[in-house]
Nanobody
């Protein structure tokens, strides 16, 4: 019913930049929080950044000052601008959205398929 499609991952040298995008489509009444998570090999998935429908943002300490999350509510799209990338940012990045599919429905979490970000030293 709801699909999240991510794009923008890739290989970059340390100090470089990447911009991730995630577009939500399907049966959508409203989207509350949208966020980016990441999971490195052998580690738990962690929240990187989140943004509410009114553009309040939250970041994990390790990316503050380097990453910026934004969203376009008209396009149901969230972005993650990643600057000054470090090798420790290497992970699979997942998009998440809290979606209501109708005015009567409860809110549910949806996930993208993940996009690989690799930062070489």
């Amino acid at each position: 019913q709801v699909q999240l499609v991510e794009s923008g991952g890739g290989l970059v040298q340390a100090g470089g930049s990447l911009r991730l995008s995630c577009a939500a489509s399907g049966r959508i009444f409203s989207i509350n929080v949208m966020g980016w998570y990441r999971q490195a090999p052998g580690k738990q998935r962690e929240l990187v950044a989140a943004i509410t429908s009114t553009s309040s943002t939250n970041y994990v300490d390790s990316v503050k000052g380097r990453f910026t999350i934004s969203r376009d509510n008209a396009k149901n799209t969230v972005y993650l601008q990643m600057n000054s990338l470090k090798p420790e940012d290497t992970a699979v990045y997942y998009c998440n959205a809290q979606v209501r599919i109708s005015i009567r429905s409860s809110q549910n979490d949806y996930w993208g398929q993940g996009t690989q970000v690799t930062v070489s030293s």
